[in-house]
């Protein structure tokens, strides 16, 4: 099968999250099951930059608002479609806002034009490559599903992956002549949203199929309190929606080779993680006295559940634990974790921003992993942290509930228990989240076998990958 994957970003060239993740290792776990995904992508500075050889496919004269090409290349193992158009993607800032944090005014032209160009290949613009399935990735790209749908094309198939349902591209209705749509696109079969132009919900509405990144959510989006708007129609479309849960690229995230890491190690000689304990808290500026270490790698924000780690750094720090942090976003909860730096010195730091070698000497070193999100599609911090033998401390939401195993006693006696949940997700519950972790800690035998039956779960891009195309082969025999 000839899959076109179409993605706002991907790793490693592009990436803002976890979508990147995605976009990037998804092609090679599916080349294991005979699909062929080459992968549409804008063409930012850095993507353009990456590109050693080149070939031109295809040119547009206006492409939404200035001329335009895709350039066909190989980059490491991607194999890319890149949309070189200099007036929506070759700017300083951000991908999606400006050096300001605003939104770039033009986000709906930038991913209209992404979604557009999706749909011609699809129709065959390039001589000798006509993808048999367009895969959209969020709402930059779920606009593909409308382009087909609209554009009369019959033959395609259109997968939507919601990797987060709280960002759904919403734009007001006189954006709508300039989609280049038909008329009779602009209506609630289409992508009318509220009076206005939804991306996401068109992708929704036109799509063949929905997907999202974990069981659990996909149940979690049908309702009001995690549909966010949208669970009428995806209650509508039931019988379209899986939820498929990601992998990592277990060859990238490898602890036995990782040269990120002080030292490598594997699940059969844990010992060696704590010379990278030492190099983290050396990092971080923290105190080395064997006390357990949790590590952070987040965006700073409500959604991940920061203010409540906020709330309870004085309790962590009284059960003699540390805290690493490294992450940025919401400017009230940077300077709460700087706060909590400055007046828990040794025992607590903070970096802000993002380092992506450092965010894995934090899954190698830290040995609790803290992710307490009010909702998570998937979530790959929880998966790298089992990768690494670090022990993964989250809410029961989305992914997080999908992949963990709950350290009560039932699971440690049958030795299946590979992390700690709580919920409901507030700042009572975590607490004493971390006050059971802390007990864990000082049970070394027990500590040692979730790091190893961590270590030991299938992470990998495999299982996913094959229901990936057993959906795509259902798809195409329909």
Known sequence: MDVLSVASEVYPLIKTGGLADVAGALPGALASQDVSMRTLVPGYPQVIGAIKKGRSVA???????????????????????????????????????????????????RFAALSWVAAELAKGLVAGYRPEIVHAHDWQAAMAAAYVAFGRDETTKVVVTIHNIAFQGAYPADIFPHLRLPPDAFAMSGVEYYGGVGFLKAGLQCAHAITTVSPTYAREIR???????????????????YGILNGIDDGAWNPQSDPDLAANFAAANTRKREVNRVALADRFGLEEDGSPLFGIVSRLTWQKGIDIVAENVHWLVSLGARLAVLGSGDPDLEIAMEEAAARFPGRVG?????????????????????????????????????????????SRVGGLADTIIDANEAAIEAGVATGVQFSPVDGP??????????????????WARMQRKGMKTDVSWTNSARKYAALYGALLNR
């Open 429 to 446: 519950n975590l607490g004493e989240a971390i006050s059971r972790t802390v007990s864990l800690y000082q049970r070394p035998d027990i």
């Open 59 to 109: 040119q547009f004269a206006d492409l939404f608002g200035g001329p335009a090409e895709l350039i066909a290349a190989r980059v490491g193992d991607l194999d890319l479609i890149v949309l070189d158009a200099k007036h929506l993607f070759d700017r300083a800032g951000g991908i999606y806002v400006d050096a300001t944090g605003k939104d770039w005014e033009d986000n709906w032209q």
């Open 223 to 241: 309702t009001p309190a995690f549909g966010m708007g949208l669970e009428g129609l995806l209650n509508e479309r039931s019988h379209d929606l």
């Open 350 to 394: 903070f970096i802000k921003g993002y380092d992506e070698g450092l965010s894995h000497l934090v899954q190698g070193g830290a040995d609790v992993v803290l992710v307490p999100s009010r909702f998570e599609p998937c979530g790959l911090t929880q998966l790298y942290a089992l990768r690494y033998g670090a022990i993964p401390l989250v």
